[in-house]
Structures are given as structure tokens and as C-alpha cells.
């Protein structure tokens, strides 16, 4: 039974799709006029991993994504740049599908921009405009929030701060401006984009994009609706009355929000200053999928601050994992299992599942494969382990590698004897010259081979895993 914190209720809730098979599930995803930090990734991890584990539930699932490819930023940067807003943000998109891939994010299976639904936006304002949501001033058009008497539920605004009267016209402010909304923008400058619309030329406000393009695809409500803490305001709450004063149904049924990645106790942002890129990361030689362990090893409701010393941790225990692997693989084992040993593994399921289950308890899921490595290195430096646990074992990780992602490959095992001292030499002289990163990098890039090497006084011993 998955349980889920629903924003909207503020507690877990038991999730079930709406209709009994296919969830349908809408992502915010990234304003392309930048590339992204590990912090949107923190948030689009977890998002990787609800989808995994809703899949495991044998559930089908429509997973939309819209990219942002028009906002205030992008407007201000493709002006100043001259260049127009198409060659201006596909290179921000494209970097961020590579980055998803790197770290081993699944593709939503609909992603589409936002300048390719206007006329879906522009529906949605002639309605709200119809039944007087909406009203014109100054050539934009703006939301009443007076007239939409739950606005500000999900993030539990205090009806007295409302503002009445008072409008905003950026895409992005705080929750003390509780405001009229603006849904379409009259252009300020004779270069600003602009569409056609009944209402008068302009372009859409960006809150307006996830309703139309979440409803779209996925009809009036929502089985989940996900995004960084971030998004509840001003964000999310607009999309909620918008979407519901145009259709006169509820919009969503599950709002999940991930908490931030933060860097010496403040969230990391682009607006700060104080963040990494993945390219930031590689460069310096981690590991994608030391990155990706980091990034789950919190569960996504809590905050989590990033640090080298932890990226350090995570690689540590992916090492761990590798280890384990090269034991088992080369093994020599007698028939049959071990009734003690399927009893641990079949524990180590429960807890792994049960961990998910529990609102994505990422941590609970990665504690239960580490207790099970311990328990199955005991068992075989005992030679209590038998070949059908190991085939059993092999089996569940291929599990938690879907689920996870997070399980190194070491299938690939070197046999030239030369390159592998070569490769120490190297490891030598990085050592030398105390570039401890170079040489941590090439003693992981050797026990990604299955060399596990020993520095001892008389030097650098190398045997086979
Ligand atoms: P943006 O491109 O700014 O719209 O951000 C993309 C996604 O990343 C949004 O869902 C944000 O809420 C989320 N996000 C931004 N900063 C952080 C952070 N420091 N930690 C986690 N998620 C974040
Ligand atoms: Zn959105």
C-alpha cells in the first residue's frame, strides 16, 4: 500500500490511481535559460524514483513534463543576447536532457514546451474571462483571486493578507504578495514576443502553461502533481484556481513537493550564486551514479545539504557495492540455498518495498540493500552461502536497479595484465604529486574492472576480485 504526503491535506494519504490503472502524472519542469543545478535534479530524481516505484505497483502512467521556454528570465536574456527565443533556449533544453540522462532519469513519457500551447492558454483565459475570473487592465489580463474563495489552499495562505485589488505582472514573487495574478501579458517593448488572441496580441503568464498543458494531456484532474517546495507559491496555487474557476473540478488529487537541495544551509539556486551544474561535478572526476546515490540517500521531504565529503560518502558506498558484487560473482559455491540466507533476502525485500511504500523512504530502501550485502559478506567469508542464493540475490538487484538506479555495472572485468599497471603507474604519479582525486578516480576505474589494489610498504600490490 503506497502512502504519499498530499501538500493539500498535509498528511500521508494511501495513493490509488484515480480510474484503478493509469496514474496520471504532471511534472513542473525546467525554465531552460540556464543550465540546471543539482538542486532541480535533486527534485527531478525523485520524481524518477515515484515513477519507477508506481510502475512496480503494475499501474500504467501518463508522465507529462512541460519545458518553460518562455518566462520573464528568457525573455530579458534572448532580448539582451538578440537572438530569438527558439535559438536562445534549445541548447539550456537539450543540456538538460543529456544531464537526465547521465544521472539515469526515465523520460516522462510526454515532455513538450510551453510556446507550443498557447492556443490551449488562450482558451482557458477567454473562459475565465467569460465567467469573470478574469479581467482586462492596461491590455493584460489578470486573475481575481477574490473571486475564487479557496485560493491559497495549498500553501494554507491566511485569507486576511489577500491584497484585493492589487495585481502582479512577475511570473515569480512571494508569499506575502498574495495578488491578482497576471494570466496574459500585454508586450512592454516592441521586441517581445507575442501571440494573436482575441484579448489582444501578448504571451502567456507562466503559471497559465501547467494547467493547459497538464490538462491536455491528462484531463481536468490529476492523480499527482509534483514539484519542489518551491512551486506551492505562488506557482501551484495559481494553477489551482485557474485551472479549477475553468472547469469547475478539482484540478488535483495528490500535490507532492520535494524539499531543497541546500549548500552551507541555503538553497541552492541560480539566483544565488551558490550552486554546482552536473558538467561542474564531472569535470572535477565524481561519478554520475555517486552523484544520483547522494541525491536519494535523504528522502525527498527533507532538506539535504549538498557537500564534497558526503559526494564522498555516496562514492564510498557505491564502492561497497561493487565490492560485494566481485565477491559474489567469484564465488566458488556449492548447490542448493541456504534457508537462513533466503530468509535475510527475502527480509531485505520486504524492507526495501515497505521503505518505498512509506512516502519514498529512499534511505529505509538503500539501508535494506546494505544490511543484506552485510549479512551475504558474512555468509560467504563463512561459506554458508549456497549457488541459489546467489542467483537470488543477483535477481533482487536487478530490482533495485530499476527501482533505484543506483547499481554500478561490473560485468566488465579486464585481462590485460599491462594495461592495469599502466593504469597504477598513473595512479602513482597522481599520488606523487597528491592530486588525491585523480588517483581515488583511477583506484575506482580499476575496481570497476575488478582490480583491487593494496598499497603496502614495498608498494602497490593489484590482484583480481
Ligand atoms: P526552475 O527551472 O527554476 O523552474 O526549477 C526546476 C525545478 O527545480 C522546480 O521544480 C524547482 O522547484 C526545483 N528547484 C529549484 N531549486 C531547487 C533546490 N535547491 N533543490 C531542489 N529543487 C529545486
Ligand atoms: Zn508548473
Given at each position: 500500500m503506497l502512502r504519499l504526503t498530499n501538500t493539500l491535506s498535509g498528511t500521508q494519504e494511501t495513493f490509488e490511481p484515480m480510474d484503478g490503472t493509469t496514474v496520471r502524472m504532471y511534472t513542473c519542469g525546467p525554465t531552460v535559460y540556464n543550465y540546471v543545478h543539482i538542486g532541480n535534479l535533486r527534485t527531478y530524481i525523485y520524481e524518477d524514483v515515484l515513477r519507477r516505484h508506481l510502475l512496480s505497483k503494475g499501474w500504467k502512467l501518463v508522465h507529462v513534463m512541460n519545458i518553460t521556454d518562455i518566462d520573464d528570465k528568457i525573455i530579458k536574456k534572448s532580448i539582451e543576447l538578440g537572438v530569438d527565443l527558439r535559438s536562445f533556449t534549445a541548447p539550456y533544453t537539450a543540456a538538460f536532457f543529456e544531464d537526465c540522462a547521465t544521472l539515469r532519469i526515465q523520460r516522462p513519457d510526454i515532455i513538450t514546451p510551453a510556446t507550443e500551447h498557447v492556443p490551449e492558454m488562450i482558451e482557458i483565459v477567454k473562459k475565465l474571462l467569460e465567467e469573470g475570473y478574469a479581467y482586462q487592465e492596461s491590455d493584460s489580463i489578470y486573475f481575481r483571486i477574490s473571486r475564487f474563495p479557496t485560493y491559497g489552499r495549498l500553501s494554507r495562505?491566511?485569507?486576511?493578507?489577500l491584497k484585493i485589488g492589487a495585481r502582479i505582472d512577475a511570473d515569480e514573487y512571494e508569499k506575502e504578495e498574495p495578488q491578482d495574478f497576471v494570466l496574459w501579458k500585454a508586450p512592454k517593448s516592441e521586441n517581445e514576443p507575442r501571440w494573436e488572441a482575441p484579448f489582444g496580441a501578448g504571451r502567456p503568464g507562466w503559471h497559465l502553461e501547467c494547467s493547459a498543458m497538464a490538462m491536455k494531456y491528462?484531463?481536468?484532474?490529476?492523480d499527482i502533481h509534483c514539484g519542489a517546495v518551491?512551486?506551492?507559491?505562488?506557482h501551484h496555487d495559481n494553477e489551482i484556481a485557474q485551472s479549477e474557476a475553468a472547469t469547475?473540478?478539482?484540478?488535483?488529487r495528490f500535490w507532492l513537493h520535494g524539499e531543497h537541495l541546500l549548500v552551507e544551509g541555503e538553497k541552492m539556486a541560480k539566483s544565488k550564486g551558490n550552486f554546482f551544474t552536473l558538467k561542474d561535478l564531472l569535470e572535477r572526476g565524481y561519478d554520475p551514479l555517486a552523484i544520483r546515490y547522494l541525491l536519494i540517500s535523504?528522502?525527498?521531504r527533507k532538506q539535504l545539504n549538498f557537500t564534497f565529503d558526503s559526494l564522498a560518502a555516496a562514492a564510498a558506498a557505491l564502492d561497497r557495492i561493487k565490492e560485494f558484487f566481485f565477491r559474489l560473482r567469484t564465488a566458488r559455491l556449492s548447490a542448493g540455498a541456504n534457508p537462513a540466507l533466503a530468509g535475510m533476502i527475502a527480509g531485505a525485500r520486504e524492507q526495501f518495498e515497505a521503505g518505498l511504500d512509506d512516502d519514498l523512504n529512499t534511505a529505509e530502501a538503500l539501508a535494506a540493500i546494505f544490511k543484506l550485502i552485510r549479512e551475504s559478506n558474512i555468509a560467504l567469508a563463512d561459506g554458508l552461502m549456497q549457488e541459489d542464493n546467489r542467483a537470488a540475490i543477483l535477481q533482487w538487484f536487478e530490482v533495485v536497479n530499476e527501482r533505484l538506479a543506483i547499481v554500478p555495472p561490473t560485468e566488465h572485468l579486464v585481462q590485460d595484465d599491462a594495461e592495469i599497471e599502466s593504469l597504477i603507474a598513473r595512479r602513482n604519479e597522481a599520488r606523487r604529486n597528491r592530486d588525491f582525486a585523480m588517483s581515488d578516480q583511477i583506484r575506482r576505474e580499476l575496481l570497476d574492472r575488478g582490480i583491487v589494489i593494496e598499497d603496502t610498504r614495498e608498494g602497490t600490490r593489484w590482484r583480481r576480485n
Amino acid at each position: 500500500m503506497l502512502r504519499l504526503t498530499n501538500t493539500l491535506s498535509g498528511t500521508q494519504e494511501t495513493f490509488e490511481p484515480m480510474d484503478g490503472t493509469t496514474v496520471r502524472m504532471y511534472t513542473c519542469g525546467p525554465t531552460v535559460y540556464n543550465y540546471v543545478h543539482i538542486g532541480n535534479l535533486r527534485t527531478y530524481i525523485y520524481e524518477d524514483v515515484l515513477r519507477r516505484h508506481l510502475l512496480s505497483k503494475g499501474w500504467k502512467l501518463v508522465h507529462v513534463m512541460n519545458i518553460t521556454d518562455i518566462d520573464d528570465k528568457i525573455i530579458k536574456k534572448s532580448i539582451e543576447l538578440g537572438v530569438d527565443l527558439r535559438s536562445f533556449t534549445a541548447p539550456y533544453t537539450a543540456a538538460f536532457f543529456e544531464d537526465c540522462a547521465t544521472l539515469r532519469i526515465q523520460r516522462p513519457d510526454i515532455i513538450t514546451p510551453a510556446t507550443e500551447h498557447v492556443p490551449e492558454m488562450i482558451e482557458i483565459v477567454k473562459k475565465l474571462l467569460e465567467e469573470g475570473y478574469a479581467y482586462q487592465e492596461s491590455d493584460s489580463i489578470y486573475f481575481r483571486i477574490s473571486r475564487f474563495p479557496t485560493y491559497g489552499r495549498l500553501s494554507r495562505l491566511d485569507k486576511r493578507e489577500l491584497k484585493i485589488g492589487a495585481r502582479i505582472d512577475a511570473d515569480e514573487y512571494e508569499k506575502e504578495e498574495p495578488q491578482d495574478f497576471v494570466l496574459w501579458k500585454a508586450p512592454k517593448s516592441e521586441n517581445e514576443p507575442r501571440w494573436e488572441a482575441p484579448f489582444g496580441a501578448g504571451r502567456p503568464g507562466w503559471h497559465l502553461e501547467c494547467s493547459a498543458m497538464a490538462m491536455k494531456y491528462l484531463g481536468p484532474t490529476l492523480d499527482i502533481h509534483c514539484g519542489a517546495v518551491d512551486n506551492i507559491f505562488p506557482h501551484h496555487d495559481n494553477e489551482i484556481a485557474q485551472s479549477e474557476a475553468a472547469t469547475h473540478k478539482p484540478f488535483v488529487r495528490f500535490w507532492l513537493h520535494g524539499e531543497h537541495l541546500l549548500v552551507e544551509g541555503e538553497k541552492m539556486a541560480k539566483s544565488k550564486g551558490n550552486f554546482f551544474t552536473l558538467k561542474d561535478l564531472l569535470e572535477r572526476g565524481y561519478d554520475p551514479l555517486a552523484i544520483r546515490y547522494l541525491l536519494i540517500s535523504i528522502p525527498y521531504r527533507k532538506q539535504l545539504n549538498f557537500t564534497f565529503d558526503s559526494l564522498a560518502a555516496a562514492a564510498a558506498a557505491l564502492d561497497r557495492i561493487k565490492e560485494f558484487f566481485f565477491r559474489l560473482r567469484t564465488a566458488r559455491l556449492s548447490a542448493g540455498a541456504n534457508p537462513a540466507l533466503a530468509g535475510m533476502i527475502a527480509g531485505a525485500r520486504e524492507q526495501f518495498e515497505a521503505g518505498l511504500d512509506d512516502d519514498l523512504n529512499t534511505a529505509e530502501a538503500l539501508a535494506a540493500i546494505f544490511k543484506l550485502i552485510r549479512e551475504s559478506n558474512i555468509a560467504l567469508a563463512d561459506g554458508l552461502m549456497q549457488e541459489d542464493n546467489r542467483a537470488a540475490i543477483l535477481q533482487w538487484f536487478e530490482v533495485v536497479n530499476e527501482r533505484l538506479a543506483i547499481v554500478p555495472p561490473t560485468e566488465h572485468l579486464v585481462q590485460d595484465d599491462a594495461e592495469i599497471e599502466s593504469l597504477i603507474a598513473r595512479r602513482n604519479e597522481a599520488r606523487r604529486n597528491r592530486d588525491f582525486a585523480m588517483s581515488d578516480q583511477i583506484r575506482r576505474e580499476l575496481l570497476d574492472r575488478g582490480i583491487v589494489i593494496e598499497d603496502t610498504r614495498e608498494g602497490t600490490r593489484w590482484r583480481r576480485n
